[in-house]
């Protein structure tokens, strides 16, 4: 009698994406400062982290994830300033250089792969 064997596929590294969000948003007055906070409050919201100043990094399962998440940024998009949205895959996330100075911060959170059995 032969044995079954459960077989299943890893997601591959470039299947997984991630979006990275760059703005640069006017805070000369109070109202801009407002709007410049609800901006980065709803990214967190979405579960994107801060990579850098005004650099916004998410992790997503899909590239149909990732059209949801941009959507809801286009949908919060504020009157002034310039925001930058790129998607790029888990594999070329892993080949970013980063040069951190000799005071030391809070290392980039990696994303998580779900597996469903």
């Known amino acids: 009698m032969p044995i079954d064997y459960i ?3 890893r997601v591959s ?3 997984l994406m991630w979006i990275l969000v760059m703005f640069d948003l006017p805070t000369e007055t109070k109202r801009q400062r407002k709007l410049y906070n609800e901006f980065r409050k709803s990214l967190l ?8 100043f ?3 990094v998410r992790n997503c ?4 994830n990732t059209k949801v998440h941009i959507d809801r940024i286009k ?8 925001i930058c949205i790129i998607t790029i895959t ?9 040069f951190e100075g000799v005071k030391k ?4 959170p990696e994303g998580i792969q779900l597996e469903l059995f």
């Open 105 to 108: 911060t809070r290392p980039i």
């Open 54 to 56: 005004s650099i916004y």
């Open 75 to 82: 949908n919060i998009l504020p009157e002034e300033g310039k």
């Open 7 to 9: 077989t299943y596929n």
């Open 13 to 15: 590294s470039y299947q």
């Open 90 to 98: 888990e594999r070329q996330f892993n080949d970013i250089l980063l």
């Open 45 to 52: 919201k979405d579960g994107f982290t801060m990579f850098q």
């Open 61 to 64: 399962a899909s590239r149909e």
